[in-house]
């Protein structure tokens, strides 16, 4: 059934001449582009935990097992342990060449609730001035993604959609943290009352930054910020880790020499991650638009009551009808009403159909068999 509905999702695709059914992995590449350094940070991690930290022979001392977590770091979304939280990754640029200094120029707010349903809340916020450019609710079975410009909410709904904020979210939840373990040691803290470890690393010479990858741009990507060019001199990373391994708060300060429309000034970038809520019984419902839409009652012509919704985008959606054929669905319609004013292809293949409602308009729509399922596209 998968194959047969991507299939059918290009076929739309090229029938509407538009993009918007790409439209989420569009944002998540978005989310990708518009912080370089986070995944640059990660890969340039993992490199220098396999070649600069030295590998255990003996049992750790006391200090020495005091001074790292009891497990790999990690990020929220990579901890069975917690099922439930809200992360906010902001970055600030200071410069006197930036009107409202310090001004947000990235925010990422992600959310983890349980209630009513497990779901997964993302707000992508960038550029100068900070404005909204993605957000993304996700649950087991379902992905939707808001059109910044229009409002309009694109749907991809059915099994293995609901796991795609998972996969880019980790990103930008612990390598700072990392590059701070692997320089310098952790004290003992708290943090909201539980144990945690707390690392602080500096980096002042042009060999350390570019050892570790930072000796360039430390700024995202994003409206407004494209004529500027930041050179890091000094960067500072502070984090804090719980004993499990999770990351709850890491700042990354770059200080440094802001370059923007020929003009060179002092400036100081910052990035944070705070980790809040941690378990705590959190609500976070669909927007009401969503709650209902993935019932056939929405679709522009009657559906079965078995009939569901997989993708919805710019006027277009495509719904299954299990258990069923395209006899039976479209003797549904004249059932209710309805007249076939026209038909072209088969089945198997793919069967256009051109349905007349009973004020005269008339819905075309794609009809496809998938074993013992019915596909019925919509096309405005």
Same mark, same amino acid.
């Given at each position: 059934?998968?194959?047969?509905?991507?299939?059918?999702?290009?076929? #739309?695709?090229?029938?509407?001449?538009?993009?918007?059914?790409?439209?989420?992995?569009? =944002?998540?590449?978005?989310?990708?582009?518009?912080?370089?350094?986070?995944?640059?940070?990660? %890969?340039?991690?993992?490199?220098?935990?396999?070649?600069?930290?030295?590998?255990?022979?003996?049992?750790?001392?006391?200090?020495?097992?005091?001074?790292?977590?009891?497990?790999?770091?990690?990020?929220?979304?990579?901890?069975?342990?917690?099922?439930?939280?809200?992360?906010?990754?902001?970055? %600030?640029?200071?410069?006197?060449?930036?009107?409202?200094?310090?001004?947000?120029?990235?925010?990422?707010? /992600?959310?983890? +609730?349980?209630?009513?349903?497990?779901?997964?809340?993302?707000?992508?916020?960038?550029?100068?001035?900070?404005?909204?450019?993605?957000? /993304?609710?996700?649950?087991?079975?379902?992905?939707?993604?808001? $059109?910044?410009?229009?409002?309009?909410?694109?749907?991809?709904?059915?099994?293995?959609?609901?796991?795609?904020?998972?996969?880019?979210?980790?990103?930008?939840?612990?390598?700072?943290?990392?590059?701070?373990?692997?320089?310098?040691?952790?004290?003992?803290?708290?943090?909201?009352?539980?144990?945690?470890?707390?690392?602080?690393?500096?980096?002042?010479?042009?060999?350390?930054?570019?050892?570790?990858?930072?000796?360039?741009?430390? #700024?995202?990507?994003?409206?407004?910020?494209?004529?500027?060019?930041?050179?890091?001199?000094?960067?500072?990373? $502070?984090? /804090?880790? #719980?004993?499990?391994?999770?990351?709850?708060?890491?700042?990354?300060?770059?200080?440094?020499?802001?370059?923007?429309?020929?003009?060179?000034?002092?400036?100081? =970038?910052?990035?944070?991650?705070?980790?809040? $809520?941690?378990?705590?019984?959190?609500?976070?419902?669909?927007?009401?638009?969503?709650?209902?839409?993935?019932?056939?009652?929405?679709?522009?012509?009657?559906?079965?009551?078995? +009939?569901?919704?997989?993708?919805?985008?710019?006027?277009?959606?495509?719904?299954?009808?299990?258990?069923?054929?395209?006899?039976?669905?479209?003797?549904?319609?004249?059932?209710?009403?309805?007249? /076939?004013?026209?038909?072209?292809?088969? +089945?198997?293949?793919?069967?256009? =159909? $051109?349905?007349?409602? +009973?004020?005269?308009?008339?819905?075309?729509?794609?009809?496809?068999?998938?074993?013992?399922?019915?596909?019925?596209?919509?096309?405005?």
């Amino acid at each position: 059934m998968r194959r047969k509905i991507v299939v059918l999702s290009v076929f #739309l695709v090229v029938v509407l001449m538009a993009c918007s059914l790409l439209s989420p992995a569009k =944002v998540l590449q978005a989310v990708q582009q518009a912080a370089p350094t986070a995944a640059a940070l990660a %890969t340039q991690v993992e490199h220098q935990m396999a070649t600069t930290v030295p590998q255990p022979t003996e049992q750790p001392s006391s200090e020495e097992a005091t001074s790292s977590p009891s497990s790999e770091i990690h990020g929220p979304m990579n901890d069975q342990s917690v099922h439930s939280f809200r992360a906010t990754i902001t970055v %600030t640029l200071e410069s006197k060449l930036v009107t409202q200094s310090p001004a947000t120029i990235y925010q990422i707010e /992600i959310t983890k +609730a349980q209630k009513p349903q497990p779901v997964t809340h993302l707000i992508l916020k960038g550029g100068l001035p900070l404005t909204l450019e993605a957000e /993304i609710y996700e649950t087991k079975d379902g992905f939707y993604t808001r $059109d910044p410009q229009s409002g309009e909410w694109i749907t991809l709904h059915g099994e293995g959609f609901g796991d795609t904020v998972s996969g880019v979210a980790d990103i930008f939840l612990s390598p700072q943290a990392a590059l701070a373990m692997i320089f310098s040691r952790g004290k003992p803290t708290t943090y909201q009352g539980k144990p945690a470890l707390q690392y602080h690393w500096v980096a002042d010479t042009v060999a350390s930054l570019q050892q570790i990858g930072l000796g360039e741009n430390l #700024l995202p990507s994003g409206q407004g910020l494209d004529d500027m060019q930041f050179d890091p001199k000094k960067v500072t990373v $502070d984090a /804090i880790v #719980l004993q499990s391994g999770l990351v709850v708060k890491q700042v990354m300060r770059g200080e440094g020499q802001l370059t923007r429309n020929a003009q060179t000034a002092p400036a100081t =970038v910052t990035w944070q991650m705070v980790l809040n $809520d941690v378990n705590a019984d959190l609500n976070v419902p669909l927007p009401a638009e969503l709650e209902n839409q993935v019932s056939g009652a929405n679709a522009p012509l009657p559906l079965p009551d078995s +009939a569901q919704l997989n993708m919805s985008a710019s006027g277009a959606s495509i719904y299954t009808i299990p258990n069923t054929t395209v006899d039976d669905v479209l003797a549904f319609w004249q059932e209710q009403g309805l007249t /076939i004013a026209s038909k072209m292809g088969d +089945a198997q293949n793919g069967m256009v =159909v $051109d349905v007349k409602k +009973a004020d005269g308009t008339q819905v075309k729509v794609l009809l496809s068999v998938d074993g013992k399922d019915v596909s019925v596209m919509f096309m405005p």
